[in-house]
């Protein structure tokens, strides 16, 4: 069993929508639908990584997604950084973000009144949600490959939406989708966990991620015992995230070296 809050949210997306096996000193996991999906399909250890741990991690995941994987991801179920040097001289990065939760009620903050919240339904919709998501974009290596990981991770979440898992919702200004995220709920309702909550480029410092936040969060509080949100640590998300009430639960880390170009 997961401890760590941050992975253990994610495990309500990898139990819904791909495989969780635990393998004694780590956890394997796989979504077989979404491939290129590099937090979908990677290694999470039970101990965070040691001087000693480079060699014997790239074997394990060499045995686990065969020796030319197109991505290594690696994870530790614990909030200690431990030691990633080696990972680092060898090309890794360190993914190293904050899980912030909210319990109880939401801080009042100030919305704009102009945009329309609403839960994304119509084909539409969820099509400009993938196109916001995909330029708004993370860093990635290669721009068709991040069109096939959305577009199935989209797909996954609206399977999920429709099976009452969650919502994803939109903010719309008129007919223009301007800013989306997602919440779902673990399936015993205790956790609700927030994903990729973004704002189009155009329509930022609107208040479109708060007003989006503030709504969902209003309606949700009353479904689960504590929603989690990860960030990257003193990035504007994580103060809007705090101005309605988010506080800190721990650090998140994880190693991943990407496909080559």
Known sequence: MMTHLGYLSDAIFHSLDGEITDRGDYFLIRTPTNPTYFWGNFLLFKSPPSSESHEKWLQIHQEEFGPKPRHIALGWDSDEKGDPSQFLKD???LTDDIVLTLSGSSTQVRTNPELEIRRLAQ???????IELQIAEGFPRVNDED???FKTAQMA???LNSERGHGDWWGAFLGDELVGDMGLYFDLSKKI???QNVGTSIPHRRKRVCTTLLDTV???S????????IVTEPSSVAETIYRSLGFQEHCFQFGLLKRPES
């Open 221 to 228: 509080l009353s479904k689960a015992e504590q929603l989690v």
């Open 91 to 93: 090309g890794f990065e």
């Open 156 to 158: 996954n979440y609206r």
């Open 217 to 219: 969060v209003r309606q």
């Open 192 to 194: 609700a966990r927030f």
């Open 146 to 148: 991040y069109r096939i």
């Open 123 to 129: 084909d539409w919709e969820w099509q400009a949600s």
